[in-house]
């Protein structure tokens, strides 16, 4: 039997793999079908969500509840109803092969109160046909029983059972009990479940109570949350060996249900009154299906991790705007926690908490420090726990944001005692009142995001005339941004040398109006970094406010003398949609900053830097300033030693001409190296280039894009005569080349160093602009001539390295459709060369009777290359004997989100998915496939045929366009990595592009693809073939890797030389 593939096999893993310990699932080569060994031998495809379901429902009722697998049938006909009416399961009497006793139907899990009602109504018609004594429903971690034979045919409530019985014994009364520590998990324990199962379930819950609309959402999250904490109390408070109350007990109705947990709920609350004050306020019905979905699984088990992401998700959509609040990103969070080294001992406040995400990677940093520190599991718990009850503290304005927040905690298994709602900006006594720990200088860390944006107004709230920042000369303000207030705030509530983390918009460090604030900053602390984030870096929770990170220590003696780490980071570990990416500079400037203060090799690079904080008084803040303020202060301005020119858009009537002696030098015909493709130039009329002649760019010259895409630069050395540059591009003439070599100064403007100073002086507008005035401005080091000529030289040898990595990975990419076809055995014919043979031929009658009639697809040398598929050393197949393509169409309006796939996101010569197209809105009317790991996209447009690849990642939502087949499965002596092998050949290239069809934007369809021939040799050789393209492409990668890293190794280095 093959061994499953852990990575494919992701639901319910370990439930899988009992599986086939038992004997009692196996999988195909490819692992996308499942086989079944139970009354008979069943294969299914395990890419269907539901079969996933299945697969565990029928290894449970064989190893957990003690079934006979020769009992067990799959896919029953169902007499007296619709033809197409299937049982998923049926468990049959002991021995008896036609007389059902259980009936199962599978469903996916994540499906609504509606699906999962009708999948009830659906087991019901079914058991009661086959006269089974029991039904049973399971959808992922939602499952419910039923006694079908004792009760009434429409009743749905009385007649529910815990679970069904185990090896056709008595239902029992209650399902889920209270195990020892140092029990194994078994039927009656609760599910320690993974995050993703965790996160679904709770959408569920939120789904049934929300009950489509009948109350706001955020209302149904507070009812939400009330069960939530219900669901916890009892997991806590249940004695070991008994029964769980949160949960549906054997012919209990739903007021049964609903009384139990409104004791839990009443219980919990008079133990601990901060959380909620209100009573729960839902239906019996929906208490019962919310406790339905939750009965299952151990939330208190569940690990902090998988519980913080699913719970923050659970929220997301709570907190994008609907309360005009936004989620700091856990990133940010994270990065903002380790700048601080908060210790065990310290007292932590965020004056404006949100949902707790600072607070609680707080209690997380000191968790995990404890777990490296200690042995024991109680000195462990003790250790962080102590922190998260005595030491966190938190004031959220918004009462329901609040309770938020306190559940949040006590998800993380606490922490929540000391968090109150008020306003932090009102006086201090006031919060002194509700909770004594809240007073002025009490703590060691403050960590917060504050509101931007809004404003503080004399006349709404007389606490502004006590702050220093509400007054302007002694005088009474009639207004202060809110962020601007709480900077004042946090420095109260810090102790002398307490340190701070808050997040700012980069106006407060820029603006010139607001230079008294950065005043009071370098007042009242030291700073000890400045970190910028991208724009981006919150414009998915829906704010799209440039920011910084200030992380500060309250004091106010002398500073002057102090280095203060400076840090620009372009990447924060997810993009503008929220999509998570590789790229994260937060990482690297931790280590950096780590070595900085501990003394340790801190080396200046492109993305940190030291500043003096003398250099910033009466000054901005802001790190691009510093940036080019404190690095190139010093040096000439480059119009010292340089002419600088604009180029000239064509005149008003103008156009590009099809060939002539003059060219036009474009943007996009210079590469991200600076190498120009000549041949792609395009070029202009004689006339044209009378009017414009006296902007010709000629050898020596360097040139550098100023619009739109800014900073592209090449040194120009083979350039065709009377070649005119655009208006988008400036030329650099050098005019003192005793000190200044062309070929370094080229090189120095492409350093990444170089490229950010050159950025931050271009003009934001709709297309960015770089002013001939402001490149002229710019400064450049100028190291002796000599030591130019060596930098030139260290970049010209990593060219060629590169140049030499590169093509030795085409010439093994180059080589692949020769190995491919010498081991299929299949000898090309010699191309014709004779033109008279290649441009008239003729056909039989009977070779386009019936068939297409265009002169393309009969040539000659189709023929042949059939022929030579024909006599290959293996037998050929058909498509369609081989392959099952998709050909259902998703219904997309229905996802609030998709990941789309289409044929710009396959990388056409490596054959691979490089990323997909994240989407809230406006779908592409294309958008209709629904695709998951494993499946093979070919194109079938014939501009794009070699659009092939296999997705290698589920993704949430992931919809391919329409303009690929999907290949779902294959049989077993087919392997898809072969089949994608083949079909990126350029033989069969030729032969998809041949069976094109339509003028405008020819595409192949489904038959025809379905009829193309390939050889099949067997699987063994497929698989020999496979291992030794990817090896070939592996190599080829390893190589164009290096060609990169050396290019940037060489400018690293010559960074390093320069500054």
């Not at 607070?359 to 520190?373: Q, T």
Request: include cysteine; charged fraction near 30%; charge should be neutral.
């Amino acid at each position: 039997m093959k061994e499953a593939n852990k990575d494919y096999l992701h639901f319910d893993n370990d439930i899988i793999q009992k599986g086939i310990a038992n004997n009692l699932i196996s999988f195909n080569n490819e692992n996308t079908r499942i086989i079944y060994n139970a009354k008979t031998e069943k294969s299914y495809n395990y890419k269907d969500p539901e079969e996933k379901i299945r697969a565990s429902v029928f290894i449970k009722l064989v190893v957990d509840f003690g079934y006979n697998a020769k009992d067990i049938d799959f896919e029953v006909r169902v007499p007296r109803r619709t033809p197409e009416d299937l049982a998923d399961i049926v468990v049959y009497e002991k021995g008896k092969d036609t007389q059902p006793y259980l009936v199962v139907e599978c469903k996916k899990d994540g499906i609504s109160d509606s699906q999962f009602e009708q999948a009830i109504e659906q087991v019901f018609g079914n058991a009661n046909s086959l006269g089974a004594k029991y039904s049973w429903v399971v959808a992922g971690n939602t499952d419910t029983a039923f006694d079908v034979k004792n009760f009434n045919s429409m009743e749905r409530e009385k007649n529910v059972i815990s679970q069904i019985p185990v090896s056709y014994g008595q239902a029992p009364k209650y399902r889920f009990k209270k195990e020892k520590k140092s029990s194994k998990e078994n039927r009656n324990s609760l599910k320690i479940v993974s995050r993703e199962e965790l996160i679904k379930t709770l959408e569920k819950c939120h789904d049934t109570v929300w009950q489509g609309g009948k109350l706001n959402p955020s209302d149904a999250f507070d009812e939400v949350s009330k069960i939530l904490f219900c669901k916890l109390q009892d997991e806590k408070k249940t004695a070991v060996s008994e029964f769980y109350k949160f949960q549906v007990g054997t012919h209990e109705e739903s007021s049964d249900i609903a009384e139990r947990i409104h004791g839990i709920y009443k219980e919990g609350k008079e133990q601990d009154p901060n959380v909620f004050s209100e009573n729960i306020k839902l239906e019996d019905d929906i208490i019962y299906k919310t406790v339905e979905h939750l009965q299952s699984i151990n939330i208190n088990k569940t690990d902090l991790d998988s519980k913080g992401v699913a719970f923050e998700r659970f929220m997301g959509d709570f907190f994008k705007g609907k309360m005009g609040q936004y989620f700091t990103p856990r990133n940010i969070v994270d990065f903002c926690v380790k700048m601080l080294f908060i210790k065990q001992n310290e007292r932590v406040l965020d004056p404006a908490c949100g949902s707790g995400g600072f607070l609680l990677h707080a209690m997380d940093l000191i968790r995990k420090e404890a777990e490296s520190n200690y042995d024991d599991e109680k000195e462990i718990y003790s250790y962080w726990h102590d922190f998260a009850s005595k030491n966190l503290f938190g004031i959220e304005i918004n009462e329901q944001i609040a309770r938020v927040c306190k559940m949040n905690m006590i998800i993380h298994d606490d922490g929540h005692t000391n968090i109150i709602s008020a306003d932090s900006l009102d006086n201090i006594e006031k919060h002194t009142k509700i909770n004594s720990q809240f007073k002025k200088e009490n703590f060691d860390i403050i960590l917060t995001n504050p509101p931007f944006g809004a404003k503080v107004l004399i006349n709404e709230k007389k606490y502004l005339k006590d702050y220093q920042l509400g007054l302007n000369n002694g005088k009474e303000r009639a207004a202060q941004s809110t962020e601007v207030l709480f900077i004042e705030r946090c420095f109260e509530y810090l102790k002398e040398g307490g340190r701070m983390a808050i997040v700012l918009p980069d106006g407060i460090l820029t603006n010139a109006t607001l230079q008294y604030v950065r005043d009071f900053i370098m007042n009242n602390f030291k700073i000890n970094a400045i970190v910028s984030i991208p724009q981006t870096a919150f414009s998915h929770y829906g704010a799209g406010v440039k920011c910084s990170l200030l992380f500060l220590t309250k004091s106010t003696k002398n500073k002057e003398d102090c280095d203060i780490f400076m840090a620009q980071a372009e990447y924060v570990g997810y993009d503008a949609t929220g999509r998570e990416i590789e790229q994260n500079d937060l990482n690297e400037i931790f280590n950096n900053y780590k070595n900085f203060i501990e003394k340790k090799n801190f080396k200046l690079n492109d993305k940190c830097f030291l500043i003096k904080f003398n250099k910033l008084k009466n000054s901005r803040l802001d790190v691009s300033y510093s940036i080019s303020k404190d690095i190139f202060n010093n040096y000439s301005t480059i119009s010292d030693y340089c002419g600088i020119f604009g180029g000239k858009r064509i005149p008003i009537g103008h156009k590009f001409v099809e060939k002539s002696k003059f060219r036009y030098l474009k943007v996009d015909n210079i590469d991200a190296y600076g190498f120009i493709d000549n041949y792609k130039m395009p070029y202009i009329s004689e006339e044209t280039f009378s009017i414009i002649k006296n902007f010709m760019v000629k050898n020596g010259d360097i040139i550098i894009s100023i619009a739109g895409t800014i900073g592209k630069v090449s040194l120009i050395n083979n350039i065709p005569d009377n070649t005119i540059l655009t208006e988008n591009c400036a030329k650099i003439i050098i005019n003192d080349k005793n000190n200044l070599n062309s070929a370094y100064l080229s090189e120095l403007l492409k350093l990444d160093i170089m490229q950010k100073y050159i950025k931050e002086n271009q003009i934001q507008t709709t297309i960015p602009k770089l002013s001939l005035q402001r490149l002229r401005n710019l400064k450049i080091p100028l190291p002796p001539l000599e030591e130019q000529e060596s930098i030139a030289n260290i970049m010209k040898k990593a060219y060629l390295k590169k140049e030499e990595f590169e093509k030795e990975a085409d010439k093994l990419l180059n080589s692949i459709d020769e190995y491919l076809l010498k081991e299929l055995g299949i000898n090309l014919p010699k191309k014709e060369t004779d033109l008279k043979n290649r441009i008239s031929y003729t056909v039989k009658l009977s070779e386009i009777k019936g068939n297409r009639f265009d002169c393309e697809y009969h040539q000659i040398y189709y023929k042949e290359f059939e022929n030579a598929i024909k006599n290959a050393k293996y037998k050929t197949v058909k498509l369609k004997e081989k392959i099952f393509i998709n050909s259902q169409l998703e219904d997309t309006s229905k996802y609030e989100f998709i990941n789309y796939i289409d044929l710009s996101c396959i990388e056409k010569e490596k054959g691979i998915i490089i990323d997909t197209i994240f989407m809230n809105k406006d779908f592409p009317s294309r958008a209709r496939q629904r695709v998951g790991k494993g499946d093979l996209l070919v194109s079938t447009l014939s501009g794009s045929m070699k659009a092939i690849a296999i997705v290698e990642e589920d993704k949430e939502n992931l919809i391919a366009s329409t303009g690929f087949f999907v290949i779902k499965e294959t049989d077993k002596d087919l392997l898809k990595y072969f089949l994608i092998s083949i079909l990126r050949t350029n033989l069969f290239q030729e032969l998809l592009k041949r069976e094109a069809r339509g003028a405008i934007m020819s595409s192949i369809n489904c038959n025809d693809f379905l009829n193309i021939e390939i050889p099949l040799p067997p699987i063994e050789i497929q698989q020999k073939i496979v291992n030794e393209i990817n090896e070939r492409k592996q190599k080829a990668l390893r190589l164009q890797k290096e060609a990169k890293e050396t290019l940037e190794n060489a400018k690293s280095q010559v960074e390093r030389i320069i500054f």
